[in-house]
Structure formats: structure tokens, C-alpha cells
Nanobody, 115 residues
């Protein structure tokens, strides 16, 4: 079972940037799709961005043009570059597999966007 550890969250002012990292305990090279999810207080977890083996990427409409997902299979890492952050981006962010059997969820990393 692959274990996932997210990091890079923090407190940032509106308009600021953060880069989230997700470290997998085993190779993700054979995993076709990986994604970043988020869960805001009182809301359900939602898929924010996904990246597939062919390089295709998909984004939640509300983050298009602001967030960029990437992966480094050699390092077993998945990243989320977040720019022009808004208060509504405040949430705990998680990474996990897309499709197939979902891995156990990590603890996530908290992103708080506030002035």
C-alpha cells in the first residue's frame, strides 16, 4: 500500500502563491492518474487537479489558470503550484490516485488564504 505525505501548506495572503508537494512511499511511475483534492470546512472533498501518464491535465473550473499540477515519477512526487490564491481556496489539500483503487488518505496539508 502506497503511503502519501503532503506538505507545503501554510498561511498566505490573497494573491499569494504556494507550492504543495506529495511524496509517495513507492513508485508512482505505473500509476496512470494522480490528483490533488481539497476539503474545505463543512464541505465535501473535491478533486482540484489531475495529471495522467500521457501528460494530460484537468482542473476544477475555479482554479483553471491559477493552479498547475505536475509529477516527477523518478522522485515519486506530485506537485501543485498555486498562484493568485483566493480566500475560497482555503482547505486541507490531499493527493491520491485517480481511478483504480484509491490509496489510504494522508493527513493532508492545510492552506489558509487570509489577510
Amino acid at each position: 500500500q502506497v503511503q502519501l505525505v503532503e506538505s507545503g501548506g501554510g498561511l498566505v495572503q490573497p494573491g499569494g502563491s504556494l507550492r504543495l508537494s506529495c511524496a509517495a512511499s513507492a513508485s508512482i511511475a505505473s500509476i496512470y492518474g494522480m490528483g490533488w483534492y481539497r476539503q474545505a470546512p463543512g464541505k465535501q472533498r473535491e478533486l482540484v487537479a489531475s495529471i495522467y501518464g500521457g501528460g494530460n491535465m484537468n482542473y476544477l473550473d475555479s482554479v483553471k489558470g491559477r493552479f498547475t499540477i505536475s509529477r516527477d515519477n523518478a522522485k515519486n512526487m506530485v506537485y501543485l503550484q498555486m498562484n493568485s490564491l483566493k480566500p475560497e481556496d482555503t482547505a486541507v489539500y490531499y493527493c491520491n490516485r485517480i481511478g483504480g483503487a484509491i490509496f489510504s488518505w494522508g493527513k493532508g496539508t492545510l492552506v489558509t488564504v487570509s489577510s
